[in-house]
């Protein structure tokens, strides 16, 4: 190995020195968004199909929806239950498309 290459890589181990663990936290953040992004996206299904449901009039099964979204795990990622996270989001979507669609 040369000398740059040397220097290079001393200079990267030491901006580390302080955090020497920092790479194996990026990648079990990187590990915990992947669950999280399947937990979110699970969540917008089962609401989406709740909505579907109870606009045909299937109330019951609206409710068995909702419910098998509600009881979805906690997101460890970020911090929040994946449910009322995601009506959120599905009630901010719809007011700010109807507000767009104004005059």
Excluded: I, W
């Excluded at 992947?34 to 109870?54: M, P, Q």
């Excluded at 460890?76 to 109807?98: G, K």
């Amino acid at each position: 190995m040369d000398a740059n290459r040397l220097d290079t890589l001393a200079d990267l181990l030491s901006r580390d020195a302080d955090h020497p663990l920092d790479g194996v936290r990026h990648a079990s953040g990187r590990a915990r968004s992947a669950v999280s992004f399947g937990l979110h996206t699970a969540a917008e299904n089962l609401l989406v199909k709740a909505l579907r449901a109870a606009r045909s009039g299937d109330v019951e099964r609206a409710e068995a929806y909702v419910t098998r979204a509600v009881r979805l795990g906690f997101d460890d990622h970020e911090q929040v239950h994946p449910a009322p996270q995601q009506a959120q989001m599905l009630l901010f979507t719809a007011v700010t498309d109807a507000l767009e669609e104004c005059e």
